[in-house]
């Protein structure tokens, strides 16, 4: 989820500041809305909750991380954790959502 909200804010800023065309204004607004839909749930306490974050990923090496497809998509996924939720609040902020 962190990765689509930082390409969903990078295209709404860029569109906005003139540096994208603005079809990538009306694509962020659509992907926005996937994003909310797929990973936005309401937890037990009635607070949204921002679901499947990487919880930790780099390319650091052997013999920690191989930087593989495999060892990418095979990490924990968290929820709430802050580079996606910070993601996630600039996007809506650019978007005015």
């Known amino acids: ?11 709404a800023k860029g ?3 003139g540096y994208l065309p603005q079809k990538f204004y009306k694509e962020a607004l659509k992907s926005f809305r996937g994003i909310v839909r797929e990973f936005v ?8 909750t921002l679901t499947h974050i990487c919880g930790s990923c780099g390319l650091g090496g052997n013999p920690y991380r191989d930087g593989s497809y495999t060892y990418y998509v095979s990490e924990k996924q968290v929820d709430n954790d802050p580079k996606g939720v910070a993601s996630f609040i600039l996007a809506a902020i650019e978007l005015n959502q």
């Open 1 to 11: 989820a962190s990765g689509s909200c930082m390409f969903t804010y990078a295209f």
């Open 15 to 17: 569109a906005k500041k």
């Open 41 to 48: 749930i309401t937890g037990n306490d009635g607070l949204p």
